[in-house]
T-cell receptor
Framework: DAGITQSPRHKVTETGTPVTLRCHQT?????MYWYRQDPGHGLRLIHY???????DKGEVSDGYSVSRSKTEDFLLTLESATSSQTSVYFC????????????FGDGTRLSIL | GDSVTQMEGPVTLSEEAFLTINCTYT??????LFWYVQYPGEGLQLLLK???ADDKGSNKGFEATYRKETTSFHLEKGSVQVSDSAVYFC???????????WGAGTKLIIKP
């Protein structure tokens, strides 16, 4: 398995609170991604990173921010969580070379009440 | 823009049946194509890939051939097992930015 650890694995919190999810990799890969997975929507890209301090928005970035201060860690923050952000969040990594696939973590199940 | 279309599920088969899950794509240029599998409660795992036309990806008895003329990448397995029950995702990689474009996923249920 690719060395990807997501934490926490499960979290329940209340509307309006800040939430940070962590993705940690031991592969030294250049690219890191945050997705959310919801029934009927498949996988949707939130943000991605192509290097330390280099990030960009995906298709569903509103309400989320990210940071990557070192190669191995990619943080996803919900500044003020809303019930619509209840989802399963997946982190993925990919090396910087052509045609290489993304490899996924085990996910974080986030419930916002 | 680029897109991936998968057959809708769930697909229900008996053990040892032949499996086909259809995947077609729309893309400019020549994308790489992937199949991922997600078992219940787990993350996505790469099942197989193909990077150019006529390539065949294979793994764990599953196969898919990159067909440029029909813009397809159908997943097949000759004899499915109960343990193959999962959700299968087809995806393409845009060569301009290497982001993945995902199909909606197809749930496969194998009955003993």
């Amino acid at each position: 398995d690719a060395g990807i650890t997501q934490s926490p694995r499960h979290k329940v919190t209340e509307t309006g609170t800040p939430v940070t999810l962590r993705c940690h990799q031991t592969e030294n890969h250049r690219y890191m991604y945050w997705y959310r997975q919801d029934p009927g929507h498949g996988l949707r890209l939130i943000h991605y990173s192509y290097g330390v301090k280099d990030t960009d928005k995906g298709e569903v970035s509103d309400g989320y921010s990210v940071s990557r201060s070192k190669t191995e860690d990619f943080l996803l923050t919900l500044e003020s969580a809303t019930s619509s952000q209840t989802s399963v969040y997946f982190c993925a990594i990919r090396p910087g070379t052509d045609n290489q696939p993304q490899h996924f973590g085990d996910g974080t199940r986030l419930s916002i009440l | 823009g680029d897109s991936v279309t998968q057959m809708e599920g769930p697909v229900t088969l008996s053990e040892e049946a032949f499996l086909t899950i259809n995947c077609t794509y729309t893309a400019t240029g020549y994308p790489s194509l992937f199949w991922y599998v997600q078992y219940p409660g787990e993350g996505l795992q790469l099942l197989l890939k193909a990077t150019k036309a006529d390539d065949k990806g294979s793994n764990k008895g599953f196969e898919a051939t990159y067909r440029k003329e029909t813009t397809s990448f159908h997943l097949e397995k000759g004899s499915v097992q109960v343990s193959d029950s999962a959700v299968y995702f087809c995806a393409l990689s845009d060569r301009s930015n290497y982001q993945l474009i995902w199909g909606a996923g197809t749930k496969l249920i194998i009955k003993p």
